[in-house]
């Protein structure tokens, strides 16, 4: 039992290229979420997915975009790297309608 | 809206000291309280929680309890230890879209000192 997994675990890019996490989970849960987490600041919803074949905006989802491939993974798109996207990206999951969520080792993702 | 308010840091305290974060909250309803650790190059942990008012969280000699009178739910150890060093995040659930969401505070970062 994995529980949430994360790839890669770093990554740089140059401004402009593009890149997909990729976020897989073996607990069986139902909904699915991506973070970013920047100094100061806690971590703050990108995207989240309720259950399979639905995704829906968090609170800074501006440049990202998200793909539900299957009840376990849950991908996170970067088409066009910024600067402002240099952070660390958590992927977690929870039960439907549960309150705890469970959260992948991150992503620490450079732009130059 | 939602929101989390927790004590800036960076703490640092030495061995067997007393530990308390503060955190207060501001929502809608009666959200679920958390504490989240996240121990250096790892992803978050959950520490303990609460559900409802004056119920308490302890794990690991932690402890908060749910204020719904004050919206607190402060963190508090009466003896850390240097493995404790972490950064410490209070959050709140709540029901938003689809699904329920966490709100995180900016999180304190503790620095134990042998």
């Known amino acids: 039992n994995a529980g949430v997994t994360q790839t890669p675990k770093f990554q740089v890019l140059k401004t402009g290229q593009s890149m997909t996490l990729q976020c897989a989970q073996d607990?069986?849960?139902?909904?699915m979420y991506w973070y970013r987490q920047d100094p100061g600041m806690g971590l703050r919803l990108i995207y989240y997915?309720?259950?399979?074949?639905?995704?829906d905006k968090g609170e800074v989802p501006n440049g990202y975009n998200v793909s539900r491939l299957n009840k376990r993974e849950f991908s996170l798109r970067l088409e066009s790297a910024a600067p402002s996207q240099t952070s660390v990206y958590f992927c977690?999951?929870?039960?439907?309608?549960?309150?705890?969520?469970?959260f992948g080792p991150g992503t620490r993702l450079t732009v130059l | 809206g939602n929101s989390v308010t927790q004590m800036e840091g960076p703490v640092t305290l030495s061995e067997e000291a007393f530990l308390t974060i503060n955190c207060t909250y501001t929502?809608?309803?009666?959200?679920?309280l958390f504490w989240y650790v996240q121990y250096p190059g790892e992803g978050l942990q959950l520490l303990l929680k609460?559900?409802?008012?004056?119920d308490k969280g302890s794990n690991k000699g932690f402890e908060a309890t749910y204020r719904k009178e004050t919206t607190s739910f402060h963190l508090e150890k009466g003896s850390v230890q240097v493995s404790d060093s972490a950064v410490y995040f209070c959050?709140?659930?709540?029901?938003?879209?689809?699904?329920?969401?966490?709100?995180f505070g900016s999180g304190t970062q503790l620095t134990v000192l042998p």
């Open positions: 977690a999951s929870g039960l439907a309608g549960g309150n705890e969520q469970f």
């Open positions: 607990m069986n849960h139902n909904s």
């Open positions: 997915s309720a259950s399979e074949g639905t995704t």
């Open positions: 929502a809608t309803g009666y959200p679920s």
């Open positions: 609460a559900t409802k008012a004056d």
């Open positions: 959050a709140l659930t709540h029901v938003s879209g689809s699904a329920r969401q966490l709100t």
